[in-house]
């Protein structure tokens, strides 16, 4: 079964986290234009990429596009942490984004478990 990845809440939620990262990053210092920030974007666009091209394959290859996307969720977190310690985005913004990417994590997993 093939999935219209338009039509996925999972992939419409990775692409607002994505939109989201990539406002909050026109205000991270110049120096990091080419290190923190575009781990970021990558780890950001990455989750909605994966499950676009993943949708196009069977459910068993789909699977391992969410888990790619799930990695890159995981690993986004990871890096706003370090932005955080870094002073490049406040408590509020780090808290608002993890929240919405643990929703993003625990609904992928859950489709995931429903195409097996």
Same mark, same amino acid.
């Given at each position: 079964?093939?999935?219209?990845? #338009?039509?996925? *809440?999972?992939?419409?939620?990775? /692409?607002? @986290? %994505?939109?989201?990262? !990539?406002?909050? $990053?026109?205000?991270?210092?110049?120096?990091?234009?080419?290190?923190?920030?575009?781990?970021?974007?990558?780890?950001?666009?990455?989750?909605p990429?994966?499950?676009?091209?993943?949708?196009? #394959?069977?459910? *068993?290859s789909?699977?391992?596009? /969410?888990? @790619? %996307?799930?990695?890159? !969720?995981?690993? $986004?977190?990871?890096q706003?942490?370090?932005?955080?310690?870094?002073?490049?985005i406040?408590?509020?913004?780090?808290?608002?984004?993890?929240?919405?990417?643990?929703?993003?994590?625990?609904?992928?997993?859950?489709?995931?478990?429903?195409?097996?």
């Amino acid at each position: 079964m093939r999935h219209n990845y #338009k039509n996925l *809440k999972i992939w419409q939620m990775g /692409l607002e @986290i %994505a939109n989201t990262i !990539s406002n909050i $990053l026109v205000d991270f210092p110049k120096h990091e234009r080419y290190a923190l920030a575009s781990q970021i974007s990558r780890s950001s666009v990455s989750m909605p990429s994966n499950i676009a091209e993943g949708s196009a #394959k069977s459910n *068993k290859s789909f699977s391992n596009y /969410l888990d @790619i %996307a799930l990695g890159s !969720s995981f690993e $986004l977190s990871t890096q706003l942490l370090i932005a955080h310690h870094r002073n490049y985005i406040n408590k509020k913004t780090l808290t608002t984004l993890e929240e919405k990417i643990e929703e993003f994590q625990r609904m992928t997993m859950g489709f995931q478990n429903g195409l097996n």
